[in-house]
C-alpha cells in the first residue's frame, strides 16, 4: 500500500497525525486515519450517547473516563470508513488491539487511549490496517501550527476576497439596473 498522504502537524506537546490506512474506500487514497498524540498525560472528559446500542470505541471511552478519578489521556485514535458498530466482542477486541498497540508504542496505560470510529455500520473493524497506518506515522520536524495557521488564515483571506467581490458584484447589478432602466 502506497501512502503518499501522511501529515504531519506539532503543537509544544501535541502531535497531530493523519494519514491514509486503506479503511476507507476513496478514489483518491484520502486520509482515513488520525492520530492526536499528547507528549504528558492530560486531563480529559467526555459527553456520550444514552443509546443502549453504542459502538466498541463508544464504550471503551466511558470505561477509560470511569477507570480513574481523574481521567488522562495520552492518545486519540480517531478512524473514517467503519464505524466498529453492532459489531458485537469483535469489536470490543479491535478497539483492545489498537490500544493495547498504542499504549505500549507510547508507553503508556491502556486507559489513556481513546478511539473514535465512523463510517459503515455492522462490519468488523480491519486492526492490521489501523495499526500498519499507525506504525507509518513518523515525527516530521519540518512542519508547524504555524504552517497550519497561515494555511487557514490565508484561505479564509481567499475566501473573505471572494465574498466581497460577489457582494460588490450583485449590489453593484442590482444597483445598475434599478437606476438605469
Not at 16 to 44: A, H, R, W
Not at 47 to 63: E, H, M
Not at 74 to 89: E, L, P, Q, W
Request: hydrophobic fraction near 45%; aromatic fraction near 14%.
Amino acid at each position: 500500500m502506497k501512502n503518499n498522504h501522511k501529515k504531519d502537524i506539532h503543537l509544544e506537546g501535541i502531535k497531530v497525525f493523519t494519514t491514509f490506512c486503506g479503511i476507507k474506500n476513496t478514489p483518491d487514497n484520502e486520509d482515513d486515519l488520525l492520530l492526536v498524540e499528547f507528549d504528558k498525560s492530560c486531563s480529559i472528559a467526555g459527553v456520550f450517547t444514552k443509546s443502549l446500542t453504542s459502538s466498541a470505541p463508544v464504550n471503551l471511552c466511558k470505561s477509560n473516563l470511569s477507570s480513574a478519578e481523574q481521567a488522562t489521556v495520552r492518545a486519540i485514535v480517531v478512524n473514517s470508513g467503519n464505524a466498529n458498530a453492532f459489531t458485537g466482542k469483535l469489536g470490543e477486541e479491535s478497539v483492545l488491539k489498537i490500544s493495547k498497540y498504542l499504549s505500549k508504542k507510547l508507553n503508556s496505560n491502556i486507559n489513556e487511549i481513546y478511539t473514535a470510529s465512523t463510517g459503515v455500520i455492522g462490519e468488523q473493524l480491519d486492526t492490521k490496517k489501523i495499526i500498519n497506518g499507525l506504525k507509518s506515522i513518523t515525527s516530521c520536524e519540518t512542519q508547524s501550527w504555524f504552517l497550519v495557521v497561515l494555511v487557514f488564515f490565508f484561505s479564509f483571506f481567499f475566501f473573505f476576497v471572494v465574498l466581497c467581490f460577489c457582494f460588490f458584484f450583485v449590489f453593484g447589478c442590482f444597483f445598475f439596473f434599478v437606476f438605469k432602466l
